[in-house]
T-cell receptor
Framework: DTGVSQNPRHKITKRGQNVTFRCDPISEHNRLYWYRQTLGQGPEFLTYFQNEAQLEKSRLLSDRFSAERPKGSFSTLEIQRTEQGDSAMYLC??????????????FGPGTRLTVL | SQQGEEDPQALSIQEGENATMNCSYKTSINNLQWYRQNSGRGLVHLILIRSNEREKHSGRLRVTLDTSKKSSSLLITASRAADTASYFCAWGAGSYQLTFGKGTKLSVIP
């Protein structure tokens, strides 16, 4: 399967713990995005990478959140000192990036985080 | 925060009927995309329509875009039970991120 993959698929943690999620984009895609989705809502943008450079960050991305994309391949999203409000589905997407505007984004299956 | 609406929030139809979902947004856009999401899973891209296009077809899907009214509609013809899912519109407006609507939950009854 050459789609976007995310690991783990589910994560249950206690409040105050740190968690890290991984996203492997489609191999030839140079743009990578992170979104967060809560129950009954549409996804909300968190951050975006063009190759290894993090070019946009949402105000939703507090200082407890950090994302990296070393070497422009896979990406990690870390949440430090988790809070119950962080419970959500974290979605990763990638796109080819062959246009100067928004292009088709392909989403992974998501990581569902539950903070107890 | 999201900057648009979708209606209806929920739609229940019989198999074989057509389903229409509407999306409104508030900014100028460069394109609008529709996605499907099965319960608790990732999003599947359905169709992209550019701001200079008015209508686009893909199989049983028909999307229209009216930039003067800042609205789009998704029509699914001859619905099937497998079409049961949540449908989201999303638009790009000057940057590479997508802004999503709240979605329409479609139930197709066999």
């Amino acid at each position: 399967d050459t789609g976007v993959s995310q690991n783990p698929r589910h994560k249950i943690t206690k409040r105050g713990q740190n968690v890290t999620f991984r996203c492997d984009p489609i191999s030839e895609h140079n743009r990578l995005y992170w979104y967060r989705q809560t129950l009954g809502q549409g996804p909300e943008f968190l951050t975006y990478f063009q190759n290894e450079a993090q070019l946009e960050k949402s105000r939703l991305l507090s200082d407890r959140f950090s994302a990296e994309r070393p070497k422009g391949s896979f990406s990690t999203l870390e949440i430090q000192r988790t809070e119950q409000g962080d419970s959500a589905m974290y979605l990763c997407a990638s796109s080819l990036g062959d246009r100067t505007s928004t292009d088709t984004q392909y989403f992974g299956p998501g990581t569902r985080l539950t903070v107890l | 925060s999201q900057q648009g609406e979708e209606d209806p929030q929920a739609l229940s139809i019989q198999e074989g009927e057509n389903a229409t979902m509407n999306c409104s947004y508030k900014t100028s856009i460069n394109n609008l995309q529709w996605y499907r999401q099965n319960s608790g899973r990732g999003l599947v891209h359905l169709i992209l329509i550019r701001s200079n296009e008015r209508e686009k077809h893909s199989g049983r899907l028909r999307v229209t875009l009216d930039t003067s009214k800042k609205s789009s509609s998704l029509l699914i013809t001859a619905s099937r039970a497998a079409d049961t899912a949540s449908y989201f519109c999303a638009w790009g407006a000057g940057s590479y991120q997508l802004t999503f609507g709240k979605g329409t939950k479609l139930s197709v009854i066999p």
